[in-house]
């Protein structure tokens, strides 16, 4: 059996351990190793034995979302999409707990009807959006795109959803409105991971306003041509691309224009780690380690080599003009 070692900001994903199906979190697998069940399941590995009984199981089947391709410039890339299992088992999502497979285990129970938006602040007219509204606003595009987490790994997601901007247009921001700052839900008694004071909650998450305008932020209702599961966000999420993944808020309950800068839930909890801006950087490392690459999840298994991290994650023609002549070394 072989683990790479993993550091205690990383965890396994299932495609890095032989046999995958033995996969469910480091913890549970430590657990299933201890009872013995391992050296069987191994056998019936080797002899090419199914182990369906210690397979993850997917959802059921979600509700489709009608999507055209976008025609936003750079939305789509060509790259492979990573595989749906991967996608959503492999999650961020401290409200459930910081392991990777928590948010899939433990999400399921999230409500996520009725839910509302409250677009709110700086804005001409603020209005509590029921989601079933927001999902009627605009036209759903279907747009991919690379998602690189701060950590070091990154994933192509098929996202559905449209601009932030179709929303933003019609609240209509005021002068004063410089900033957008985005709540997501902190509920105890359906979060577990609410309960520990790993963040300050709610998560909180902010764009400048032109970043918030730019047509490629995303304001996400699915994936994978499907409503999205809850472990990725759902009912309602951002997904900012060129910027680290945890720019990109899930379940998001409120949407406030701002005049000034928001202190977000990673840049109050680590100021000197995690900067407002965090737009991918591979000339910007982490205090901790070097962003100039990322392993690509469910490439090479174990022994992937490591990809080049691109500036802006490969946004940098759509996105570049936004910081021109800004030091984003200081505006990291
Ligand atoms: N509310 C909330 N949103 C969040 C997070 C979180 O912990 N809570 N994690 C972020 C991080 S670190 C990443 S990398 C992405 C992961 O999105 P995914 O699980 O859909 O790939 O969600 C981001 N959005
Ligand atoms: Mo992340």
């Keep these: 059996m072989h683990l790479r070692k993993f550091r205690h900001y990383e965890h396994p994903v299932a495609s890095e351990i032989t046999p995958q199906a033995v996969y469910e979190s480091r913890r549970d697998w430590l657990r299933w190793m201890a009872t013995g069940a391992a050296g069987a399941a191994l056998a019936a590995w080797a002899n090419g034995e ?74 001409r007219k603020p209005k509590v959006y029921d989601i079933e509204e927001l999902l009627k606003l605009a036209p759903m595009e279907e747009r991919i795109y690379r998602l690189r987490c701060v950590e070091g790994w990154s994933m192509v997601i098929p996202w559905v959803g449209y601009s932030l901007a179709e929303l933003i247009r019609r609240v209509e921001p005021t002068g004063n409105a410089k900033y957008v700052e985005f709540h997501t839900l902190a509920d105890k008694a359906q979060m577990p991971g609410v309960r520990s004071s790993v963040l ?38 951002l997904v900012v691309p060129w910027k680290y993944g945890f720019k990109s808020a899930k379940s998001i309950v409120r949407v406030r224009f701002v005049e000034k800068q928001p202190t977000t839930a990673w840049s109050a909890a680590a100021p000197h780690e995690y900067g407002f801006y965090s737009n991918v950087n591979p000339k910007v490392d982490h205090p901790r380690w070097s962003q100039a690459t990322e392993r690509r999840i469910g490439e090479d298994g174990l022994f992937q080599r490591k990809r080049p991290t691109q500036m802006f994650n490969g946004y940098e023609a759509q996105v570049a003009h936004l910081y021109a002549g800004m030091d984003l070394k200081k505006f990291y």
């Design 50 to 123: 199914a182990l369906a009984q210690a397979v993850p199981s997917r959802p059921g089947k979600l509700p489709p979302l009608d999507a055209v391709r976008s025609a936003v410039p750079g939305a789509v890339t060509m790259e492979k999409p990573t595989a749906y299992q991967d996608v959503t088992t492999y999650n961020n999502f401290y409200e459930f707990g910081t392991d990777k497979s928590d948010p899939a285990r433990l999400a399921g129970a999230l409500k996520t009807r009725p839910w509302t938006v409250a677009v709110e602040g700086e804005v």
């Design 200 to 237: 300050l909650w709610p998560y909180v998450e902010g764009l400048r306003l032109d970043e918030a305008m730019h047509p490629l932020t995303l304001l996400a209702f699915g994936l994978y041509g499907e409503v999205l599961p809850n472990q990725n966000g759902a009912p309602v999420r």
